[in-house]
């Protein structure tokens, strides 16, 4: 067994969690070194994770560090660990959270424990990224620079990976683009806004590079953090969420059963959330104090889902603009005269 002696306050894998070592050795926290964006991510279970959500996580890292700390001093065991953290957070002291909120502060606390990382899948629906978590309440009062912040780091981060794909980002000056992503196929497609041509061929790299490695499902998880949630289709909305949480947990496409009035069915007749359940009790996703709220969660995602025609609702496709270097969502974008 690899030695964690004097790794740091940091650990990679503190409990030796069987599938955490490279190499046999124990890696040195992402945190504690000096990365560049591309690289932040690294360290995590997912190795070609990239630029998207490299501040969000060093961000929350730095949020969950000294708890985790504390976390590794009082428990003996990865699972002794997990417990209580789930534990903690299915107090009604965090009650003024969502079902979503709670379940990324759970997990991001049991990775910064385990593993002393932030697994980028479960960034997005933490609250402390708006500011201090308050119990019972949600203050909310950093949200829109948070917001503001998060556009602008999303437009440089755009330029470097233009730039790490051999894209030639001047050729882009002057042109507005509309970038899109399917969140079911987490499928990218750019279009050009205004009357300047570009070669087919230079659209096809552009597009490419999005679609590479994480990049468009990245993009997607940035354009839902911070977009105005009101301004989305509730019926496109409500397939997204349960098509999410039922692959995650059971591995399956919801969009394969046949919807009736009392829930999804399968080709065999079996109901979606009898199949979730079943896939809850083998998991290592959700602990098992949260199993019964995730099962009543996936169920108000269902009664969602059932308020509209889900064989005729669109996915959920979100879009921004983009032109020289600035990204703009929602109505953010200022009239653009494209005849300059």
């Known amino acids: 067994m690899a030695s964690i002696t004097g790794v740091g306050s940091g650990y990679y894998n503190y409990y030796h969690v069987k599938g955490r070592y490279d190499d046999g050795k124990v890696r040195t926290p992402w945190y504690d070194r000096d990365l560049s964006k591309e690289e932040i991510c ?5 190795p070609d994770r990239n630029y998207a959500g490299a501040d969000l996580c060093r961000k929350l890292a730095d949020t969950y560090r000294s708890v985790a700390a504390s976390n590794r001093a009082k428990y003996a065991t990865a699972q002794e660990a997990t417990d209580a953290i789930y534990a903690k957070y299915n107090q009604k002291a965090y009650s003024g ?3 979503e909120e709670r379940f990324a502060m759970a997990r991001n606390e049991v990775s910064m424990t385990l593993y002393g990382t932030i697994q980028l899948g479960n960034v997005w629906n933490d609250p402390h990224l708006d500011g201090e978590v308050s119990l019972n309440t949600r203050s909310g009062a950093n949200e829109a620079e948070n917001r503001a912040y998060n556009i602008k780091t999303l437009g440089a981060q755009f330029m470097n990976l233009w730039r ?10 002057g042109s507005s683009f509309m970038f899109s992503v399917n969140g079911m196929d987490m499928s990218a497609a750019i279009t050009l806004l205004d009357g300047k041509k570009h070669d087919d061929s230079f659209l096809e790299m552009m597009t490419a590079a999005l679609n590479s490695k994480s990049n468009a499902k990245n993009l997607f998880y940035n354009l839902l953090y911070d977009s105005d949630k ?3 289709p509730k019926d496109s909305l409500a397939k997204f969420r349960l098509y999410s949480d039922f692959k995650s947990i059971t591995g399956q496409d919801i969009r394969e059963f046949s919807q009736t009035d009392d829930g999804f069915f399968n080709s065999e007749g079996r109901n979606a959330t009898d199949i979730y359940d079943e896939a809850l009790n083998s998991t290592d996703k959700v602990s ?3 199993r019964g709220i995730a099962s009543n969660y996936f169920r108000t ?3 969602d889902a059932l308020k509209y025609d889900m064989d005729s609702t669109p996915d959920l496709t979100l879009s921004m603009e983009y032109r020289d270097g600035n ?4 109505g953010d974008k200022p009239h653009l005269d494209f005849s300059a």
């Open 288 to 290: 098992f104090q949260f």
């Open 327 to 330: 990204v703009y969502l929602n």
């Open 164 to 173: 790490n794909n051999g894209i030639d980002a001047s050729q882009m000056s």
């Open 230 to 232: 009101s301004t989305l």
């Open 301 to 303: 995602l269902v009664d």
């Open 42 to 46: 690294s360290s995590n279970d997912v």
């Open 97 to 99: 959270y969502s079902l």
